[in-house]
């Protein structure tokens, strides 16, 4: 799927926001539990993750494709969420068959960042490189 996309974009150096829609004969996505301060790391949280296979499920796949000088932004490369029809299932793409499906894309050519103001954010420790950890998590 992520070479059928590559081929609709007009370059591979902006960011692009992605739906697609469509009955999916096979998925498999994760859900983490939900979380409450003091939030831990991802990669601790997702050792408690929930893997769900759907078979035959109509839905949206929504997320972004994002080019690698813009890791830490947001995970590189394609990085789609889904959910069903019915808006009761649903999660963190990991695998899939797609066919048949209705695809928009939209290139971004301005990204907003909008940074938490509250003492959380303020106090919190956000050094180091956490590529790797996002790298481990998210692929």
């Known amino acids: ?24 004969p ?6 983490v539990p939900k979380q409450t301060p003091p939030y831990r790391p991802l990669v601790e949280v997702v050792k408690n993750q929930s893997i769900f296979e759907l078979k035959n499920v109509k839905g949206t796949l929504i997320g972004f494709r ?4 813009m890791q830490g932004v947001n995970v590189t490369g394609y990085h789609l969420h889904f959910i069903t029809e019915n808006r009761k299932n ?15 894309i939209d290139q971004m050519s301005d990204v907003r960042v909008d940074l938490p103001q509250n003492s959380q954010f303020h106090q919190a420790n ?12 998210e692929r």
């Not at 096979?26 to 859900?31: A, F, G, H, Q, T």
């Not at 956000?126 to 998590?137: C, M, P, S």
């Open 90 to 104: 649903g999660g963190h793409l990991l695998d899939g068959q797609f066919q048949n499906l209705q695809v928009e």
């Open 66 to 69: 994002t080019p690698s000088y």
């Open 26 to 31: 096979y998925l498999k996505v994760r859900s």
């Open 126 to 137: 956000l050094e180091g490189d956490k590529a790797g950890e996002v790298n481990k998590v």
């Open 1 to 24: 799927m992520q070479e059928s996309l590559d081929r609709q974009l007009t370059s591979k150096n902006y960011p692009y926001a992605i739906r697609i829609q469509g009955t999916f």
